[in-house]
């Protein structure tokens, strides 16, 4: 999805979110992720003021302060990014992928399903059901690899092994990830 | 990047911005590994040491000349990278910047700064602290050839010269050039 993105090109406009907003997003946000509400209170606090940040493609960041949180796009649910997952690992379902997919995934590519399922792979022993978020780790690795959503429930990567088994929304050293706001 | 305290803190490579430990993984591997010895030598010793390159190789489900030929292209994409680096050096010093003196009117003119986005400068702030400094307005507008310039109301040629060179080191002195241009004659009502 970040595979172009210039944030000095790309910003249509940048706007403060009403506070009663923000208690809408804070429970989409524990409704979608329902690991997430521990840390709610640290990753949005009472406090804060949420800037919303609108893009061309329809893509909605959400920022506290000089970093990018969350991000949106058209009517998908709002998604954590890669900084915000590495400060708060366990807010998203892992899988793991094996070591031969890591560079394939540093440059952007989907996960096929084999990468899910080989010995150095590991996929939750309970089911996610297709459409779910979540964070891509990497065989020998501890921080996070990518964010995905699975096209298939993990049931069926298991049973099918071919094919496309997540898309990518955000991965390593994509632009989404170098943007920095100032 | 200032985090706030809650949450965990993860290392990044200050060359590549990736967790250190995917450095490996980068095309700048060898800079990543020199520059995270320098400086977090107890990190580097957990990820670059003996025992840790023992494991990784039992770890990996890779077989063995797969590795070998992941470790070649591996090489080649890195003396890509680095060769890549280098022509952006070289074309950094070849780039002039143009400091271009425009008369408006008979004792108006306006200055206008082009070449500075190849350094990698921001133009909108610079335009910012221009006009800041100069006490006067300043923005970033697209010249005829629709690139990006900064325009200063105002003469500064020779102050803004100054400015840069103070400001931004990287721009080489004898790279800034100073033009001036008169005000062409309004063309003929048609």
């Known amino acids: 999805m970040f595979k172009k993105f210039n944030l000095q090109e790309a910003v249509s406009g940048k706007n403060p979110v009403k506070a009663s907003s923000v208690r809408g997003i804070r429970a989409k946000l524990i409704e979608d992720y329902p690991a997430i509400e521990k840390h709610i209170d640290d990753i949005l606090p009472k406090k804060a003021v949420l800037t919303q940040i609108k893009c061309r493609g329809r893509i909605v960041l959400y920022a506290v302060g000089d970093d990018i949180l969350f991000f949106q796009h058209f009517d998908d649910p709002v998604t954590p990014t890669l900084h915000l997952l590495h400060r708060f690992p366990d807010i998203l379902p892992q899988v793991q992928v094996d070591r031969g997919a890591i560079k394939f995934v540093l440059s952007g590519a989907n996960i096929m399903c084999p990468g899910l399922t080989s010995p150095g792979a590991r996929l939750p022993a309970d089911n996610l059901p297709e459409g779910t978020v979540v964070a891509v780790m990497a065989e020998g690795k501890e921080h996070a690899l990518a964010i995905g959503t699975t096209t298939m429930s993990t049931d069926q990567i298991k049973a099918v092994n071919k094919g496309n088994g997540i898309d990518l929304i955000q991965y390593l050293g994509d632009p989404l990830w170098k943007t920095q706001l100032d | ?190």
């Not at chain 2, 995270?36 to 030598?41: D, K, M, Q, S, V």
């Not at chain 2, 470790?71 to 990278?81: P, V």
């Not at chain 2, 271009?100 to 206008?112: D, F, G, P, S």
């Open chain 2, 1 to 190: 990047m200032a985090e706030p305290a809650a949450g965990k803190v993860v290392m990044y490579c200050g060359i590549c911005g990736l967790p250190t430990e995917y450095c490996e993984f980068s095309a700048s591997r060898k800079k990543c590994e020199e520059w995270l010895r320098a400086t977090h030598p107890a990190e580097h010793e957990r990820l670059y040491g003996d025992q840790a390159i023992a494991e990784k190789l039992t770890m990996t489900t890779l077989s063995e000349d797969k590795e070998a030929r992941e470790a070649a292209k591996m090489e080649k994409a890195e003396q890509k990278s680095e060769a890549r680096m280098a022509r952006d050096l070289e074309k950094k010093l070849a780039a002039r910047v143009a400091i271009k003196r425009i008369e408006r009117n008979k004792r108006k003119c306006v200055t206008a700064v082009f070449g500075l986005h190849v350094f990698g400068i921001d133009l909108k702030t610079t335009a910012k602290m221009m006009a800041n400094h100069f006490a006067c307005g300043g923005s970033v507008a697209k010249n005829p050839q629709g690139l990006d310039e900064i325009v200063v109301q105002g003469d500064f040629s020779e102050e803004i010269r100054d400015l840069i060179c103070a400001k931004f080191p990287a721009v080489p002195k004898d790279n800034i050039d100073l033009v001036e241009e008169k005000a062409k004659k309004k063309a003929a009502p048609q």
